[in-house]
T-cell receptor, first 112, second 113 residues
């Protein structure tokens, strides 16, 4: 059974800093790994999707990496802005199973 | 891009009544949709997988007679919370899978009083 963990649970950084969010998974036979953003009381917005055969994906100031052998993914946010404040969730799906297993999330606060 | 519309966004109901939540894929056909619930400051927990034209598959511990799921068309799945109680108050979110990942609805905040 896939288990996904995110550490830390909460993070506060000053505006302008670069930061890294961590995601760990127990079953390396993943099909893909996806990063989402959730604002309070809202649904999920997809940020980046990394397929099993890929090692990283980039979109603007965001870069996500995937290391299946170590069971880890990271989300790098460059030049953070107050608007980046939200909860970030990673989720993994496995081969032969469309279900997404979500991590516990990291609540990010960017301090102006 | 793929859009999933979920309604209502908020609903307050009396204990013992039933509430229906709709999830529509607007610009693509979704043979499979997923229903999650999320308690405050917690992650999303999968409740069930909704398959068009067949019965939903429920996760362990989820009462299928309480959370009725119908996926009658390729663009619509509904979740009905029957005989709702205060402990059913939660944030419910649907999603649909596509080859390029998953798209989520905006969620429904259910409050049972």
């Amino acid at each position: 059974k896939q288990e996904v963990t995110q550490i830390p649970a909460a993070l506060s950084v000053p505006e302008g800093e670069n930061l890294v969010l961590n995601c760990s998974f127990t079953d390396s036979a993943i099909y893909n790994l996806q990063w989402f953003r959730q604002d309070p009381g809202k649904g999920l917005t997809s940020l980046l999707l990394i397929q099993s055969s890929q090692r990283e994906q980039t979109s603007g100031r965001l870069n996500a990496s995937l290391d299946k052998s170590s069971g880890r993914s990271t989300l790098y946010i460059a030049a953070s802005q107050p608007g980046d404040s939200a909860t970030y969730l990673c989720a993994a799906s496995n081969f032969g199973n469309e279900k997404l297993t979500f991590g516990t999330g990291t609540r990010l606060t960017i301090i102006p | 891009g793929a859009v999933v519309s979920q309604h209502p966004s908020r609903v307050i109901c009396k204990s013992g009544t039933s509430v229906k939540i709709e999830c529509r894929s607007l610009d693509f056909q979704a043979t499979t949709m997923f229903w999650y619930r999320q308690f405050p400051k917690q992650s999303l927990m999968l409740m069930a997988t909704s398959n068009e034209g067949s019965k939903a598959t429920y996760e362990q511990g989820v009462e299928k007679d309480k959370f009725l799921i119908n996926h009658a068309s390729l663009t619509l799945s509904t979740l009905t919370v029957t005989s709702a109680h205060p402990e059913d108050s939660s944030f419910y979110i649907c999603s649909a899978s596509r080859g390029s990942g998953y798209t989520f609805g905006s969620g429904t905040r259910l409050t049972v009083v």
